[in-house]
């Protein structure tokens, strides 16, 4: 999975795109006709420290590994983590995952 890094690609998402909230994570996806899926991450200053930005970051990277297999190609999705993420521990973080995903179907059926 590729890497949205320009702005004007998040907010694009942020537009135009389907959102799911849950209570420590914000999940925002875009159906994309580009044949490759890509994924972008926001973790504000508000939420804490470089230490803990990069400890949400790293574990979503990490549940998003886990589950590409599962998901619907291609499409572009951005995951903001909210100010409750920086409590949550790993299966927290990815059951709230889970749940966005089911509520905007990105999984395959059956799976």
Avoid: W
């Amino acid at each position: 999975m590729e890497t949205l890094k320009k702005n004007y690609e998040f907010r694009r998402l942020y537009s135009k795109g389907k959102s799911a909230v849950t209570r420590s994570l914000v999940v925002y996806c875009r159906e994309t006709n580009t044949g490759v899926s890509r994924v972008g991450f926001t973790v504000s200053n508000k939420i804490g420290n470089a230490v803990t930005r990069n400890r949400i970051r790293r574990r979503l990277r990490e549940i998003l590994r886990a589950h590409e297999g599962r998901m619907t190609d291609p499409v572009e999705l951005v995951i903001v983590a909210r100010a409750r993420a920086a409590f949550s521990d790993y299966h927290q973080l990815e059951a709230d995952f889970l749940k966005a995903c089911e509520e905007l179907s990105l999984f395959r059926k059956g799976e």
